[in-house]
C-alpha cells in the first residue's frame, strides 16, 4: 500500500530502531517536520548532525505538541512514564505505536495513560543489531523482516492502515496479531534465545582464567553466535523479561524438561534418540532459509 505523508512525527528515543526508522521516514519522505526527543545529549546531537531529524529535545512538549504520529522507541520500563508526559500534549487523531517486544506490556502500560481520540497501534519490528546508538541504525535494518502489529479491538482501521504503511514504506512484512499470541511466539523465536545467549557466555566469564582465554581463542562458530546475542543492549533486555516474564517461564520450563531428556540421553550412551531430535531439528533450519529469514 502507498504510505501516506505526516505533517510531525516523534519518536522517543533515538537508539538503533528509532534511528533506522528516522531515516526511512527521511528517505522515503514520509514527515514534514521530523522531531527526536532523548535525554541522552550525545544521541541529540549526533542525531542532528547525521541529517535524520530535523530537531532533537529533551522537551516532552516540544516533541510531541502537534504530532500526528508518535512512535515510542525506549525500553519497556519507561513507556509508563512515557505515555504520562506526552498525553497532555497528544492532539486528536493523533497515532501513537511503539517497537516493544512484549505487547501486553505496552497495553497495559500506555493505553490507559493516552488521551480520548488518540489512536495507539501496538507495533514490533522483528529486527535488530546488537550495536546501539543512533550512529548504528540504517534505513536498510527492516528489509524482508516483520513487523507485528497488535491493535487492541476496535482500534481506527485508517490508523492501522497508516502505522501499515509506514512499515510497508521500510521494507517491512506486516503481520496484524493478537497481543497475548505476539508475547507467546516471542518467548520461544526470540526472548527464550537471548536467555540462553546471556547464560553460555555468563558461564564462560565464570570459568578460570586460562580456560576463559582458551574459550575466547578458539571460539567456534556457535559460540561467537551466542556471544553476538548477548552484546545485545541489557536495559532492554532486563525490561522484556520482567514484561514477558509469565510467558519466558512457561517455555523455560518446557525447555528444562527437553534439556533434562537430553541429558539422560547422553549420560546413558542413547545414540539413536541423539540423532533422531537433530534430524527433526534440522528441518526448522531449512524452513527459515525457506521463509527468508536466515
Same mark, same amino acid.
Given at each position: *500500500?502507498?504510505a501516506? $505523508?505526516f505533517e510531525?512525527?516523534a519518536?522517543?528515543g533515538?537508539?538503533?530502531?528509532?534511528?533506522?526508522?528516522?531515516?526511512v521516514?527521511r528517505g +522515503?519522505?514520509?514527515a514534514?517536520l521530523?522531531?527526536a526527543?532523548?535525554?541522552?545529549?550525545?544521541?541529540? /546531537?549526533q542525531a542532528? =548532525?547525521?541529517?535524520?531529524?530535523?530537531?532533537?529535545?529533551?522537551a516532552?512538549?516540544q516533541?510531541?505538541t502537534?504530532?500526528?504520529?508518535?512512535?515510542i522507541? $525506549?525500553? *519497556?520500563?519507561?513507556?509508563?512514564?512515557?505515555a =504520562?508526559?506526552?498525553a497532555?500534549?497528544l492532539?486528536?487523531?493523533a497515532i501513537?505505536t511503539?517497537?516493544?517486544? $512484549?505487547?501486553?506490556?505496552?497495553?497495559?502500560?500506555?493505553g490507559?495513560?493516552?488521551p480520548?481520540?488518540?489512536?495507539f497501534i501496538p507495533?514490533?519490528?522483528?529486527?535488530?543489531?546488537e550495536?546501539?546508538g543512533?550512529?548504528?541504525?540504517f534505513a @536498510?535494518?527492516f528489509?524482508?523482516r516483520?513487523?507485528v502489529l497488535? %491493535? %487492541? %479491538?476496535?482500534?481506527?482501521?485508517?490508523?492501522? +492502515?497508516?502505522v501499515v504503511?509506514?512499515?510497508?514504506a521500510g521494507?517491512? *512484512?506486516? =503481520?496484524?496479531m493478537?497481543? !497475548?499470541?505476539?508475547d507467546r511466539v516471542l518467548?520461544?523465536?526470540?526472548?527464550?534465545?537471548?536467555?540462553?545467549a546471556y547464560?553460555?557466555?555468563?558461564?564462560?566469564?565464570?570459568?578460570?582464567?586460562?580456560?576463559q +582465554?582458551e574459550?575466547?581463542?578458539f571460539s567456534?562458530? !556457535?559460540?561467537?553466535d551466542?556471544? /553476538? &546475542?548477548?552484546a545485545?543492549?541489557p536495559v *532492554?533486555?532486563?525490561? &522484556?523479561?520482567l514484561?514477558?516474564r @509469565?510467558?519466558?517461564?512457561d517455555?523455560?520450563?518446557r525447555?528444562? =524438561?527437553?534439556?533434562?531428556?537430553?541429558q539422560?540421553?547422553i549420560?546413558w550412551? @542413547?545414540?539413536?534418540?541423539?540423532? @533422531?531430535?537433530?534430524s527433526?531439528?534440522?528441518g526448522i533450519?531449512r524452513?527459515?532459509i525457506?521463509?527468508n529469514?536466515?
Amino acid at each position: *500500500m502507498m504510505a501516506t $505523508v505526516f505533517e510531525k512525527v516523534a519518536i522517543i528515543g533515538i537508539g538503533l530502531i528509532g534511528s533506522s526508522l528516522a531515516r526511512v521516514l527521511r528517505g +522515503q519522505g514520509l514527515a514534514r517536520l521530523l522531531v527526536a526527543l532523548d535525554a541522552n545529549a550525545d544521541h541529540r /546531537r549526533q542525531a542532528v =548532525e547525521l541529517g535524520i531529524v530535523d530537531l532533537a529535545t529533551d522537551a516532552m512538549d516540544q516533541a510531541v505538541t502537534g504530532a500526528d504520529l508518535v512512535i515510542i522507541a $525506549v525500553p *519497556m520500563g519507561a513507556y509508563a512514564s512515557v505515555a =504520562e508526559a506526552m498525553a497532555p500534549h497528544l492532539g486528536k487523531g493523533a497515532i501513537v505505536t511503539d517497537v516493544g517486544s $512484549v505487547k501486553l506490556a505496552a497495553i497495559r502500560d500506555i493505553g490507559p495513560l493516552l488521551p480520548e481520540g488518540v489512536h495507539f497501534i501496538p507495533g514490533h519490528p522483528i529486527a535488530g543489531t546488537e550495536h546501539s546508538g543512533p550512529a548504528a541504525g540504517f534505513a @536498510e535494518l527492516f528489509h524482508g523482516r516483520w513487523c507485528v502489529l497488535t %491493535p %487492541p %479491538p476496535g482500534t481506527d482501521e485508517t490508523a492501522i +492502515q497508516r502505522v501499515v504503511g509506514l512499515w510497508e514504506a521500510g521494507g517491512s *512484512m506486516v =503481520e496484524i496479531m493478537d497481543a !497475548g499470541h505476539h508475547d507467546r511466539v516471542l518467548a520461544i523465536t526470540s526472548h527464550l534465545p537471548h536467555l540462553i545467549a546471556y547464560t553460555i557466555v555468563g558461564t564462560a566469564t565464570d570459568l578460570e582464567t586460562s580456560l576463559q +582465554q582458551e574459550v575466547v581463542k578458539f571460539s567456534a562458530s !556457535g559460540f561467537r553466535d551466542f556471544t /553476538r &546475542i548477548a552484546a545485545s543492549d541489557p536495559v *532492554m533486555w532486563r525490561d &522484556i523479561f520482567l514484561n514477558n516474564r @509469565e510467558a519466558v517461564l512457561d517455555v523455560l520450563q518446557r525447555f528444562n =524438561e527437553d534439556l533434562t531428556a537430553l541429558q539422560r540421553a547422553i549420560r546413558w550412551g @542413547e545414540g539413536d534418540k541423539l540423532q @533422531e531430535l537433530f534430524s527433526r531439528t534440522r528441518g526448522i533450519r531449512r524452513s527459515i532459509i525457506d521463509a527468508n529469514q536466515a
